[in-house]
């Protein structure tokens, strides 16, 4: 049924959620890879334009918290055959993994329904929304 399954990840409760949605919907899909993605974002993006201006330090504080996000997930898969974690870049995270879904053929994206935002009263983040309203697959929101 799902052959390649794609788990956009920000660390979030809703997002975990996801993430142990997919191992298990994994376990049952025999010979099924998955792949947890995490997209980098600048310091601008996360925190505002002021950012913009301020020192590298802070860019290569947050790139290294990326990493160490992704390599967490990383042992949390670690016991499944098939699967992998990536720490991905280059633009906005819907965009960038909608993109990676496409190029690399996955037939499923999992994503939280909330994110790291901290409005809480919709249901959907940017980052989901525009997941669901662009992607050509199928995609299983988790709350
Ligand atoms: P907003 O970012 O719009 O303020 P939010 O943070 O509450 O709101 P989203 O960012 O849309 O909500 O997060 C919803 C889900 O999207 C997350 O649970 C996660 O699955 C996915 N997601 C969000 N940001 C990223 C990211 N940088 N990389 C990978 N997946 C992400
Ligand atoms: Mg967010
Ligand atoms: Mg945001």
Do not use: C, W
């Amino acid at each position: 049924m799902f052959n390649k399954i794609l788990v956009a990840y920000d660390g979030s409760e809703t997002a975990q959620n996801a993430l142990h949605k997919a191992i298990e919907m994994k376990m049952t899909l025999k010979d099924s890879y998955l792949e947890v993605v995490h997209v980098f974002q600048v310091a601008s993006a996360v925190l505002g334009d002021a950012l913009l201006t301020a020192p590298v330090m802070v860019q290569d504080d947050l790139y290294e918290a990326a990493e160490t996000l992704t390599s967490e997930v990383r042992q949390q898969i670690a016991h499944l055959p098939f699967a992998a974690a990536t720490l991905l870049d280059g633009g906005p995270p819907a965009k960038v993994i909608l993109d990676y879904a496409e190029e690399h053929q996955f037939d499923l994206i999992i994503s939280g329904s909330r994110g790291l935002g901290t409005f809480k009263e919709l249901l959907l983040g940017s980052v989901s929304y525009e997941i669901v309203q662009h992607a050509k697959i199928p995609v299983l929101i988790v709350k």
